[in-house]
């Protein structure tokens, strides 16, 4: 029995075998025309009335349609046949996996260090990171000079007692326009009065206990309101107008000679022949151990045993010999070079600080802007400042632009006339000024003097005043306006006998030619060369004759 076609949406095939659009599916299928029989003549077809399908539209029009279809397609060029695409491996979907995750990481990673780096910021300076972009100049003093106190600590050291007494304190003045700087090393035994604060040793004492005497609390506003509060304190002492603070722990000792290659040169320059040695540090080489052999503590400590050991000369250093020679001071037998004690700590500090400079303008770290942001991000939980994020790259420009020959040292013990001395207040060794507990005026006098943008502070150079005017008094009183001016005045007295102009200025030796120019402009004389009339003060470097004041003649 024939299969009854079956319908499909109201379609019915027009021939067998044969699929709607021809090509889909497999090879165009070719008509065959039956051919008649021999003894059959062809019967004419007579025309079958239209049968209409249940859309409304006959069999017939469908064919029709169809027949068009596959008779344009015959004669269109035939669409070159794709291969159908390959699933993907399983090794390639891992890499795009792999590809993904990886691009998320670097995403993540980059949110993680640029929040770290916020953060770090924040920790070291004070406001926004955005601020970075700025460049704002320090603040400075009625001299053009900016003014920093450091202070170092041993917070971050397990097991230190005292952590947060200051085992340095420096102050670094800079002069933006001149490019020079000076550091001055505040002794840590300086025996000063708390200014109505009372501390662990009362309402006086040394002054390496008040910063953390007045650190109130943790975190970053407490670090700096310590810093601020210490800034006004030494200020104080000092005559300065400081306007910045930093504290620095020896983490940070560490991580700066890490990051400018792991070593640093200084020179050491001891009064004793073998150079400096502190056995202080020994603990180091492993002496003190039951199990360290002396072959274990000279290999480790060559080439006698001891951690602080250098001839006078070179030495390279690295980050921890570098930490403990700034604290050495020869307080424990046997040592020798630390005869000043803390007075040579503190200039091993000041070599060392200009020793990391030095270093890394030479290892191109301070011409990087990339890896100062590094390291001070690498800082940011132990490094402490009052500055502001704005002025961050002000910083960075005058320690590249300040040469090392600009950087002097201004010593309070050194040459013929120290400011101070040690000595024993209550039973308790000490440093205080040579004029008197308490007493700053000649610590103030040589900062002022040194510090000075004035030519006539900074020379100092003494003056005589001598009255011939006939008029009591008036030597004196020239002295005293003089003072006022910041001029230094040796005396006054009478000059000897003999008719003088109105002013004679005698300059004695050469130099000070700012004190030179000041006085000729005050007085509207030019200086005289020779020797004056009267014998005076081998320290005298100028002379200022008064005559007579003359009459107006014109006057009625």
């Given at each position: ?209 008040y910063y953390g005497c007045v650190h109130d609390g943790k975190g970053v506003d407490a ?334």
């Open positions: 029995m024939a299969r009854k076609q079956v319908s499909m949406d109201g379609f019915v095939p027009s021939r067998p075998n044969r699929r709607v659009g021809g090509i889909i599916g497999g090879e165009q299928p070719t008509e065959k025309k039956p051919k008649p029989l021999a003894e059959e003549k062809p019967v004419e077809e007579t025309p079958r009335p239209l049968r209409r399908t249940a859309g409304g539209i006959s069999k017939a029009e469908i064919d029709e349609s169809l027949r068009g279809i596959d008779e344009s397609e015959e004669q269109a060029p035939r669409p070159r046949r794709r291969d159908p695409q390959r699933p993907p491996s399983n090794r390639s979907k891992w890499i795009k996996r792999f590809l993904i995750f990886a691009v998320v990481m670097a995403v993540l990673v980059g949110v993680y260090v640029g929040f770290k780096a916020v953060v770090a910021s924040n920790n070291v300076f004070k406001g926004s990171i955005f601020d970075v972009f700025q460049n704002v100049p320090l603040k400075q003093d009625a001299n053009g000079r900016s003014n920093i106190i450091m202070v170092g600590t041993s917070e971050d050291d397990p097991g230190h007692e005292g952590g947060t007494l200051t085992d340095s304190m420096m102050i670094l003045s800079l002069d933006q326009t001149k490019k020079n700087a000076f550091m001055i090393s505040i002794p840590r035994d300086l025996y000063v009065k708390y200014g109505g604060t009372a501390c662990n040793s009362g309402y006086a004492g040394k002054i390496n206990e670090d700096r309101a310590a810093l601020t509060k210490e800034a006004e304190f030494i200020g104080e002492i000092t005559g300065l107008d400081i306007q910045y603070g930093i504290n620095v722990n020896y983490t940070v000792m560490r991580e700066m000679v890490k990051a400018v290659g792991g070593s640093i040169t200084v020179t050491i320059e001891s009064r004793d022949p073998r150079g400096q040695m502190d056995s202080n540090f020994d603990w180091k080489c492993g002496v003190g151990d039951r199990k360290s052999t002396r072959a274990s503590i000279l290999k480790r400590c060559p080439p006698n045993g001891h951690f602080i050991d250098y001839p006078n000369g070179p030495v390279t250093l690295d980050a921890e010999h570098a930490l403990y020679l700034a604290q050495a001071r020869g307080d424990s037998a046997p040592t020798y070079g630390f005869e000043q004690s803390n007075f040579d700590r503190e200039k091993n500090q000041q070599k060392i600080i200009k020793a990391l400079r030095e270093k890394a303008l030479s290892a191109g770290v301070l011409a990087d802007f990339g890896k100062v942001s590094s390291i001070i991000d690498a800082l940011g939980n132990n490094l402490r400042t009052t500055f502001e994020t704005k002025e961050f790259r002000t910083l960075v420009t005058l320690a590249q632009n300040i040469k090392n020959d600009d950087i002097k040292s201004i010593s309070l013990i050194d040459g013929d006339d120290p400011i101070m001395i040690t000595g024993n207040v209550n039973g308790m060794s000490v440093v205080k000024p040579v004029a008197g507990t308490y007493d700053y005026t000649d610590l103030r006098a040589l900062l002022k003097k040194r510090l000075s943008s004035d030519p006539v502070i900074q020379e100092a150079a003494p003056i005589a005043v001598y009255n011939g005017s006939g008029v009591a008094g008036a030597g004196q009183t020239e002295a005293d306006k003089l003072k006022s001016e910041g001029y230094t005045v040796d005396g006054a007295a009478n000059a000897p006998k003999g008719t003088y102009p109105q002013y004679t200025l005698y300059q004695i030796g050469d130099g000070n030619s700012g004190t030179a120019n000041r006085l000729m402009q005050k007085y509207g004389v030019k200086i005289t060369k020779g020797t004056p009339p009267m014998t005076v003060d081998t320290a005298v470097r100028f002379v200022l004759i008064l005559g007579p004041v003359p009459t107006d003649k014109t006057a009625n």
